[in-house]
């Protein structure tokens, strides 16, 4: 291969702008204005805008931290660096609940200067700074009805700030004089309960009033002790439900005061009569008690509360976005099925629940039943929803027109069934609701092909759906567990469609912390198996190696060092059990889902099946996670490490070659998913490479230009076709429509990535009920390659977090457009390009404070311009490219025919 040119375009200074520098997203803990920071020294982050400036280069920084009596804590002085993200604060203590503000100025190399301003509050950081106890309903009726506590204050003086600190065993509502305090649901989030529990910091200043107020929670089972986890099980981690809040008042005279629960507190129930994660809920309207968090309810018939003994010491502050309500949605048509029922089309397979108006009689009941998809005949549809009854029940109470959502509960459903509706059904009445981790949307993708946009849609809306707190696998059966497997597989696509630094982060210390001691991993994060005891399932091949691929996605994606710092032990501990159960480095014992729903035939009489065997999977797995220990050893420093491990990887891949492949290089397993993963990996000598990626060229065209991979072979497929020169059968498998294949779902109508690659069989049959997802992301992972390879946005290794980036756009599949747009740390980077005449137009926009390398697709000796003018070439071309080294800025470039 001949050594790449480099021309900086930096050089056209006629066309440098000198727009004024700005500052913008300021960040502490990767969070805007986070209220419960518990990091004793958080780090500090900001984007630069340039505008149109090109080579916009921070030369220098000064951050200034204050507390809330303008008192300097630290002042970084004047620091000549380009640094701008994940700097640590090192000034005096933080306190706990104190806000804090920093001030940030920047220097850059243009000669200009910006300022700019944010803040943060520290959370309670030990458990004496909670003044608050736990307390419960004490009896409860069988039903479990959520319970509601109340208390009564006074607020006498003026309120400079409150901040209201709240979590639960199970889930927690909280309102303060009649009014909802904060927009999250499903609080306090899904972490491992016996070990880390989560709490929530709210601002509710303008929510308290002089003289009476009254604040109140109501709570739900939740992931807690609820109905949940494979063979509905129930009280996985306690069988108590019970509240801890408090509000911490300062008053404009410098003067506090603490609302805390305590035995003072009321207890009763309310009109939630029911709420079940998988069940749905039950609403009794008639049984509502109004106004009961506010000043002046009689609430002389409740019963007191009673105290708690629960610990403290496992209360951490949230670190990633709560959930939130999002996009809603409109039916688009209601229907009577054949069997005569009334059926709502919200057009979109969702997560969340649905809104409606109605009028009736008081003990009318209405019954909503939700579903993913209709049967062959078009009847509604519930059979693959398993013993999830996701059905919500509301009982009116007659007083005019009532408006109904349910509580405690959520639905993944595209089609609602309406049961009990007193008169006819107005479809303009009801409403979805998306609900999902409030996530910033960071990418789009869109092309010439629509059923490619599509295809991009129904990723991201797999993501949304399952990006609910933790990564589910699916969100409307008895399952909606956090499978270590589905989230590997998908990671780095995610890190495309939206912000997953704070989500994955949170995750990605309960994955830590539920390992079992042998090193293994369960196989759902937080582990609601056998609540850490292994005879629940772990250490399974592509599943536990979650803990070594997930964190080294998240440091490429965001350049986060300490993702790396947080999961190290873990990363080696997995490895270490890997070696353990190892013969002379052979990894062939232990069970595995192996390349989980992978193609294969009912009546195989051929050999169709694409069957890869388990073991040598479990030792490409072997492979990599140990060359991951390696990088992140680099990484962090620990040269011991560096060659410890790689000793071990030659010693696993020497392995592998005595066991796995002939000296011909035909692999055992002569199937995709063996050649895809002995590709990425590299497993194979470099001499056997080439030939091994024809096999899998050629194995492809042997099915017909489909693939027959599963979980674990379909993410690389398309990568070590690319790689290895053979992008033609990559994008043939992408625009292959017939099963399997990414496009045969949208032509069945599907909104959303399928469990199974037929999940709707081409006669209109559903694939078995018993795992039938139509909402499962993990097939989504081809998303990685769209952005990464199509439009050509990545990463450089050696700059990660996209500091360094590179714009390398593939053309093939008979596209005439991509454009992809993608928020980095430091701000959006764009490729957009287009054939037109046979000419290529490549449009890039590069975040300031960051450099990049652009290939410019190039036959033969064709010209190469930017913004009208000649690239001189400064070099040999690379494989059909012409490589060029830019600033931030916009750039235009074409090639001539």
């Known amino acids: 291969m001949r050594k790449a040119f480099f021309l900086f375009i930096g050089l056209f200074a006629g066309q440098i702008s000198m727009a004024q520098v700005k500052v913008q997203k300021l960040m502490t803990e990767n969070l805007v204005n986070p209220l419960s920071i518990d990091a004793q020294s958080p780090r500090f982050g900001w984007q630069l805008n340039a505008g149109a400036t090109r080579n916009e280069m921070q030369t220098a920084y000064q951050i200034k931290v204050t507390d809330d ?472 091949a592509g599943w536990s190696d979650a803990t070594t691929i997930i964190p080294w996605n998240m440091y490429l994606a965001y350049g986060d060092k300490q993702i790396l710092e947080n999961q190290y032990n873990s990363m080696k501990a997995w490895v270490g059990f890997m070696k353990s159960r190892s013969h002379n480095n052979l990894w062939n014992t232990g069970g595995h889902f192996g390349d989980w729903l992978f193609y294969t035939r009912n009546d195989d009489n051929d050999g169709t099946a694409a069957i890869t065997s388990k073991y040598l999977i479990a030792q490409c797995f072997y492979a990599c996670s140990t060359q991951l220990v390696i990088n992140a050893a680099k990484v962090l420093g620990k040269t011991e490490d560096v060659e410890t491990y790689t000793k071990l990887l030659a010693d696993v891949k020497d392995a592998y070659m005595r066991e796995y492949v002939t000296p011909n290089g035909l692999i055992s397993s002569d199937t995709q998913t063996a050649y895809a993963l002995a590709l990425q990996f590299d497993m194979l000598p470099e001499n056997l490479r080439e030939q091994a990626a024809g096999r899998l060229a050629d194995n492809i065209r042997r099915y017909g230009n489909h693939l027959t991979t599963g979980f674990l072979g379909t993410p690389y497929l398309c990568n070590v076709l690319s790689k290895y020169g053979h992008t033609d059968a990559a994008f043939r498998l992408l625009l292959q429509e017939n099963y399997p294949s990414w496009l045969y779902p949208i032509k069945m109508g599907a909104t959303t990535i399928w469990e199974r690659w037929d999940g709707i069989k081409p006669d209109g049959e559903l694939e078995v009920p018993s795992m039938n997802s139509y909402n499962h992301y993990a097939y989504g992972a081809i998303g990685d390659w769209m952005y990464r390879t199509v439009a050509g946005i990545d990463t450089k290794t050696e700059q990660p977090g996209y500091k360094g980036i590179i714009i390398k756009p593939t053309v093939g599949g008979n596209l005439t457009d991509v454009r992809a747009d993608y928020e980095t740390p430091y701000g959006k980077a764009s490729s957009h390009w287009k054939v037109e005449n046979g000419n290529f137009v490549l449009d890039v926009i590069i975040p300031a404070n960051t450099t990049a390398t652009v290939y410019v697709p190039t036959k033969a000796d064709n010209a190469v311009t930017e913004g009208g003018k000649a690239v001189t070439r400064a070099g040999d071309q690379i494989a059909g490219y012409t490589a060029v080294n830019v600033g931030s800025g916009t750039y235009h470039f074409t090639t001539a025919n």
């Open 69 to 540: 009596n303008k008192h300097v804590v630290w002042s970084s002085g004047k620091v000549n660096s380009d640094q701008s993200l994940y700097i640590y604060y090192k000034g005096s203590p933080l306190k706990a609940g104190e806000k804090y503000s920093w001030t940030l100025k920047v220097w850059d190399n243009h000669g200009k200067s910006a300022e700019g301003s944010a803040m943060f509050r520290m959370g309670l950081l030990k458990p004496d700074d909670w003044k608050a106890q736990w307390i419960g309903p004490g009896q409860e009726e069988a039903s479990r009805p959520s319970p509601l506590f109340r208390k009564g204050f006074n607020v006498s003086k003026k309120v400079r700030s409150a901040t209201a600190y709240i979590t639960a065993h199970g889930l927690y509502e909280a309102h303060i004089n009649g009014k909802r305090v904060g927009d999250a649901y499903l609080t306090p989030g899904y972490t491992s309960y016996n070990k880390r529990l989560q709490y929530q910091a709210y601002d509710v200043t303008d929510l308290l009033q002089p003289g009476a107020n009254a604040v109140g929670a109501s709570l739900g089972s939740g992931w807690y002790r609820g109905i949940y986890g494979i063979g509905t099980r129930h009280e996985i981690y306690g069988k108590d439900i019970s509240l801890l809040m408090q509000i911490n008042i300062t008053y404009t005279d410098g003067s506090t005061a603490v609302v805390a629960t305590d035995d003072s507190w009321k207890t009763s129930t309310g009109e939630v009569r029911y709420a079940e994660i998988y069940m749905g809920s039950t609403t009794d309207a008639r049984m509502e008690q109004k106004g009961w968090s506010k000043p002046g309810f009689n609430d002389s018939s409740w019963k007191n509360a009673v105290i708690g003994n629960y610990p403290k010491d496992d209360l951490i502050a949230t670190q990633n976005e709560p959930v939130r309500k999002h996009e809603t949605f409109k039916a688009i048509k209601l229907f009577t099925t054949p069997k005569g029922e009334k059926v709502i089309d919200f057009g979109q397979n969702l997560v969340g629940w649905v809104k409606f108006n109605v009028r009736g009689k008081a003990g009318d009941k209405i019954v909503i039943s939700h579903a993913e998809v209709l049967d062959k005949a078009g009847n509604f549809y519930t059979d693959n929803l398993r013993d999830a009854k996701a059905q919500n029940t509301f009982i009116l109470s007659g007083n005019g027109v009532e408006i109904f959502e349910p509580q405690f509960t959520w639905q993944g459903f595209r089609f609602i069934r309406i049961e009990g509706y007193p008169g006819d059904i107005n479809p303009e009445d009801f409403t979805a609701t998306a609900v999902y981790s409030d996530m910033a949307p960071t990418g789009t993708f869109s092309c010439s092909n629509p059923m490619i946009n599509q295809l991009q849609h129904n990723i991201q809306w797999g993501q949304k759906g399952n990006f609910l707190d933790i990564p589910t696998d699916c969100p409307q059966r008895d399952e909606r567990l956090g499978w270590t497997g589905d989230a590997e597989v998908f990671s780095r696509t995610a890190t495309f469609n939206m912000n997953v630094h704070a989500f994955f982060t949170k995750w990605l210390k309960d994955v830590a912390v539920d390992q079992f001691v042998d090193g293994s991993l369960p196989h759902v994060i937080p582990d609601a198996f056998d609540n850490g005891h292994p005879t629940g399932g772990g250490g399974s």
